[in-house]
């Protein structure tokens, strides 16, 4: 560790849904530990969410428990980012993305163009892994002029990956068209992860030959979720990650409540039973996969 003082968590709190119901914030127990380390390769430690007395530190503590070895903690804008070069220098069995978020991006106008600069000069930083979150969201952002502004941050940061060697992230929601447009538009970095995947099976084929990793959230647990599944089904085992984006997207039986690296296992084991395959071999395919997409040498 190369730091001592803890990091402040970012009071980002959601105690009630987006239907207006008090949520439960009570901390789900811990799962049954896996056989083999995985790697949560999207997290945001820095985000309270309703369960700000979990620190960033007791949450790593309690994902290495159950088996969770390693984290990525995603930047979503400059601050974000920022803080997750300090979480990686202070914990080995973390590493950083640096980046602007989609709706941050549509928001920041005239100014994006100079955050942009500042994300491009901290991804060399040799414990940034890659750049992203980064992409489209028009589910939050409908307008046209957001989407543009979107559209030319996801231009640059696939740039910067690309002019600095980092893995891109790419976060797409109700855009998956557009995505794949200025992908091809502006030619592929050589690895790219498609965050919390929630195409369908035609989609996923799409992304897979463009030689992406898709990675799965606890979403592909929800009961509503069978695309999901389908697109896991037939993703072949070297190209699929998993991740938690704790706080949120939180694996059944726990839907709704919030979610932690540790609470991995949950999806794993609902991955293993989609692929018909040997939670093992799950497991260290995952492993493995991460380092082929984040770069090994961590943890």
């Not at 959230?217 to 896991?232: C, D, P, W, Y």
Request: hydrophobic letters at 40%; a negative charge.
């Amino acid at each position: 560790m190369s730091r001592s003082e803890p990091l402040p968590l970012r009071d980002q709190r959601a105690d009630v849904t987006e239907q207006g119901q008090q949520r439960n914030l009570q901390r789900p127990a811990l799962p049954d530990p896996l056989p083999s380390p995985v790697v949560d390769t999207h997290c945001h430690l820095d985000v309270a969410d309703g369960m700000s007395t979990l620190s960033p530190g007791e949450a790593i503590e309690l994902a290495a428990s159950v088996g969770v070895r390693r984290i990525v903690q995603v930047g979503c804008d400059l601050a974000g980012s920022h803080w997750a070069i300090a979480a990686a220098e202070q914990w080995d069995s973390v590493v950083a993305t640096v980046a602007i978020h989609p709706n941050d991006a549509a928001r920041l106008g005239p100014g994006l163009a100079a955050t942009l600069h500042d994300i491009d000069e901290l991804a060399p930083h040799p414990r940034v892994r890659a750049v992203g979150e980064t992409g489209l969201d028009y589910f939050r952002t409908p307008d046209a002029v957001g989407q543009g502004l979107q559209r030319e941050a996801f231009a640059a940061h696939i740039a910067t990956a690309k002019r600095c060697g980092k893995t891109l992230v790419i976060h797409d929601r109700d855009a998956h068209e557009d995505v794949l447009k200025v992908l091809d538009a502006e030619g592929p970095p050589d690895r790219i992860v498609m965050h919390c995947f929630s195409g369908d099976a035609d989609f996923a084929r799409a992304c897979l030959d463009r030689g992406a990793y898709l990675s799965f959230a606890g979403t592909v647990t929800f009961k509503n979720a069978a695309m999901l599944r389908e697109a896991l089904a037939l993703t072949p085992l070297d190209r699929v990650l998993t991740e938690t984006d704790a706080p949120y997207l939180t694996p059944a039986p726990y839907r709704g409540r919030p979610n932690a690296s540790y609470l991995i296992p949950h999806t794993v084991r609902q991955m293993a039973a989609v692929l018909d395959t040997d939670l093992d071999g799950l497991c260290r395919a995952l492993n493995d996969n991460a380092d082929a997409a984040f770069g090994g040498g961590w943890g």
